[in-house]
């Protein structure tokens, strides 16, 4: 039977071709996105976390007005707090970021100090802040401008001495009037030790828009009962729309590659049968079974899935490693050959090739051999 496939495969090459065509390309789209898919899920989730932070915890009792207009709570709560937040499991809060801001005048100019512990976030993940060290400093556009400040300049700051790491850019927010030094130095300059008044977090995007911050909400409330949290709209619309178009562009893209490719192979194993009708016709005749015919089909059938998944896996693994990279640039060390996709490359394009035979199976063994043979 297998001589007879092969030889049926050579001389009609064409179809066999086609068929093995769109086998292949369905596998290699699936070996692509799998193989770059931990490069693409880091990038996604890089984008969105430079998006910003989009939570805040400040004092319950903060005078609102002021903090609307200020932007700084005028309250202040104890550092303790970010770790409690921290040692609770069963929130929707990661990358807690201890924050202490204030306003005051340096150099007959008005600028906020901001102290940042360095961020707590979850087990093996990239942190979203810098990260400060005792005695530096991180100065805004606007303050290094007017005071002709630069990176490695040692200054005095309010009693405390700090060496300039860098210059942020320009953001057009009162944030080109802060300068970002460590929490205890902020601590001391301001004399506030142990006090912070904003906790700066992510939320987890695992649950719909509406609900999102009664949730937040609900998770605090027994947590830290002197303290509320708000949630910056615009970041996390931003969060939420992303998260939400890549699971609906890949919730139409799968289906419809399995339809496509499917009515494709249908489509040709039908003309197949179409084309081989004088063929059966004479096997028949010579008294080859039902069983005998439903596998020269379904044999040609696993044949091709066979090669297509080769085929597939090959070229898919070789776009991911040549293009992912292009496509992924800060996380294209995390794209490499996953050699467990070729077995289920395998098995699932010959199931896959089977079944999408099965219809023209049924036809070719429900011919007639005396009516076939009567047309030849």
């Known amino acids: 039977m297998w001589r007879a496939i092969f030889k049926e495969a050579a001389y009609r090459k064409l179809n066999f071709l086609l068929s093995l065509l769109g086998v292949a390309a369905a596998v290699t789209l699936f070996v692509f996105f799998f193989t770059a898919g931990e490069a693409s899920r880091a990038e996604t989730t890089r984008l969105m976390r430079d998006i910003g932070l989009n939570l805040r915890i400040i004092p ?3 005078n609102m007005d002021r903090f609307w207009s200020t932007d700084i709570p005028d309250l202040t709560m104890p550092e303790a707090y970010v770790h409690t937040l921290a040692a609770h499991t069963g929130l929707s809060y990661s990358h807690l970021v201890a924050t202490l801001r204030r306003k005051t005048t340096w150099r007959d100019m008005e600028i906020i100090i901001t102290g940042l512990l360095p961020e707590i976030c979850p087990h093996k993940k990239m942190p979203m802040s810098p990260t400060l060290e005792r005695s530096t400093a991180r100065i805004g556009f606007e303050v290094a401008r007017t005071l002709n400040l630069k990176q490695g300049d040692e200054v005095d700051l309010l009693g405390k001495a700090a060496r300039i790491t860098a210059v942020l850019a320009e953001s057009g927010t009162s944030d080109d009037i802060q300068i970002q030094v460590h929490l205890y130095d902020a601590q001391e300059i301001l004399g506030l030790e142990g006090r912070i008044n904003e906790i700066k ?15 937040l909400r609900r998770q605090l409330e027994p947590v830290l009962p002197d303290a509320k949290v708000l949630q910056e709209k615009a970041i996390a619309r931003a969060r939420f729309d ?4 890549i699971e609906k562009y890949l919730a139409f893209l799968w289906p419809f ?10 489509l040709l194993s039908l003309l197949n049968v ?12 010579l008294g080859y079974g039902s069983g005998d015919i439903a596998g020269l089909f379904l044999g040609k059938a696993i044949m091709i899935g066979l090669a297509g998944a080769l085929a597939g896996f090959a070229t898919g693994t070789a776009l991911a490693l040549r293009v992912g990279p292009q496509i992924f640039r800060m996380t294209a060390h ?16 010959v199931v896959f090739t089977v079944l999408c035979s099965l219809i023209p199976a049924m036809v070719a063994v429900a011919q007639d051999p005396a009516v076939t043979l009567r047309e030849t």
């Open 274 to 285: 179409r084309e081989r009708r004088q063929e059966i016709g004479i096997f028949r005749a």
């Open 242 to 245: 992303t998260r939400l178009m």
């Open 257 to 266: 590659l399995l339809v496509v490719c499917s009515g494709w192979i249908g």
């Open 60 to 62: 319950k009792d903060t």
């Open 334 to 349: 995390r794209i490499q050959p996953d050699y467990s996709l070729l077995g289920w490359s395998v098995v699932s394009a």
């Open 201 to 215: 977090a992510l939320d987890c995007v695992c649950f719909s828009e509406d609900d999102a911050l009664a949730t």
